[in-house]
């Protein structure tokens, strides 16, 4: 391989990188519409009502 031809991949490898990078600060700098709080309980959060049944009593 001719060091031209290494100069060019390397050169196309910086710019590949350079574009990666500026695609993820564009990406983490945007703000995306997160949920304060669930709109239904989980299913953690809820209460089992065990109905009591004749044999109980």
Known sequence: MDRKR???MVVAFVLVVGVMEVLA????SMELPIPTGPEEPTV??????VSESPSQN
């Open 6 to 8: 290494l100069g060019l």
């Open 25 to 28: 600060l564009k990406l983490g």
């Open 44 to 49: 953690a959060d809820r209460q089992i009502q």
